[in-house]
Nanobody, 130 residues
């Protein structure tokens, strides 16, 4: 079973930055879909950033319009960790953030869609004050 452990959440003022980390318990895989989602109180969980990785095609990243140019998803193969760098944070970014993964993910999955994933982390809270 794949376990995802998130860290890096916290409180920050508007305009600040945070970096979230998600360590994947499985260290060796030839392809994966990985994503960051968030859920604010009373709202649906939404995908904010995702990537598709394979040894044959490299990495492709995708972002929700609301975070383009501010958030960056990346992956450290040696550490089996996915990051979400969040800059220019806004109060509306306040939410619980979740990491998600589907290992050995073939092409065709939508990395910003909840239904694409079968492994989820426990979530980490991000609070942005104005």
């Amino acid at each position: 079973q794949v376990q995802l452990v998130e860290s890096g959440g916290g409180s920050v003022q508007a305009g600040g930055s945070l970096r979230l980390s998600c360590e994947v318990s499985v260290k060796t895989y030839t392809s994966a879909c990985m994503g960051w989602f968030r859920q604010a109180p009373g709202k649906e969980r939404e995908g904010v950033a995702g990537l598709y990785f394979s040894y044959t095609s490299g990495i492709n990243t995708y972002y929700a319009d609301s975070v383009k140019g501010r958030f960056t998803i990346s992956r450290d193969n040696a550490k089996s960790t996915v990051y979400l760098q969040m800059n220019s944070l806004k109060p509306e970014d306040t939410a619980m953030y979740y990491c998600a993964a589907r290992l050995f993910c073939g092409g065709g999955w939508s990395v910003l869609s909840r239904s694409s994933y079968n492994n989820w982390g426990q979530g980490t809270q991000v609070t942005v004050s104005s």
